[in-house]
């Protein structure tokens, strides 16, 4: 059972334009979500994240959206640049599971010059 | 945050060997945790990695073939154990230590089986 989904395997965006990135869940106990990236030959790097008490956060280009209504969280990048190039997974956590962190499948984003 | 050390960074193992990975932190953290990613897939937890005590497998996992130490607040070992080439993948150690949920992770070994 898949509790967290990324169902864009793959984004391209010009440089300058804005990335949206989009996650669906399942589990309505989930409390806190997080988006990571991950370079090819290196380890998932924290990005942003976000509390189930709250529908958005900000940190300079990146911003998370939280709808709790619809189990849907979107990560917006304004603006892309190509260094952002890279693969987003979107991670969620309950407290009921230790918060361990359940995470999507990914979506490789491409940021063309 | 928490700068994780993995090592090796990669490897190449014949069928039915052993290898161990190693993760250090380079602080205390509360909790430690081993995931792998198959090719064209995502994070899955193995473990988490109980400083003290044996670890607690995730579904699908298990001791004898995955087993794992943490004699201490910062350092963990994964072994894979009696290899096949369906055990090829990234392997990836993760530590939280703050009061939130954020999970750092090392760069990961990425494990090639022949």
């Known amino acids: 059972d898949q509790q967290v989904k990324q169902n864009s395997p793959s984004l391209s965006v010009q440089e300058g334009r804005i990335s949206i990135l989009n996650c669906d869940y399942t589990?309505?106990?989930?409390?806190?979500f997080l988006w990571y990236k991950k370079y090819p030959a290196e380890g998932p790097t924290f990005l942003i994240s976000?509390?189930?008490?709250?529908d958005k956060n900000e940190d300079g280009r990146f911003t998370v959206f939280l709808n709790k209504s619809a189990k849907h969280l979107s990560l917006h990048i304004v603006p892309s640049q190509p260094g952002d190039s890279a693969v987003y997974f979107c991670?969620?956590?309950?407290?009921?599971?230790?918060?361990?962190?359940?995470f999507g499948a990914g979506t490789i984003l491409r940021v063309k010059s | 945050s928490a700068v994780i050390s993995q090592k090796p960074s990669r490897d190449i193992c014949q069928r039915g060997t052993s290898l161990t990975i190693q993760c250090q932190v380079d602080?205390?953290?509360?909790?430690m945790f081993w995931y792998r990613q198959q090719p064209g897939q995502s994070l899955t937890l193995i473990a988490t990695?109980?400083?003290?005590?044996?670890?607690?497998?995730e579904s699908g996992f298990v001791i004898d073939k995955f087993p794992i130490s943490r004699p201490n607040l910062t350092f963990s070992t994964l072994t894979v154990s009696n290899m096949s080439p369906e055990d090829s993948s990234i392997y990836l150690c993760?530590?939280?230590?703050?009061?939130?949920?954020?999970?750092?992770f090392g760069a990961g070994t990425r494990l090639s089986v022949l």
């Open positions: 991670a969620a956590s309950v407290p009921e599971y230790g918060n361990k962190l359940v």
């Open positions: 976000i509390s189930s008490i709250k």
């Open positions: 993760s530590a939280k230590g703050g009061p939130n949920n954020i999970q750092y």
């Open positions: 990695a109980n400083q003290g005590s044996e670890a607690t497998y």
């Open positions: 602080s205390q953290v509360t909790m």
């Open positions: 589990n309505s106990m989930f409390d806190y």
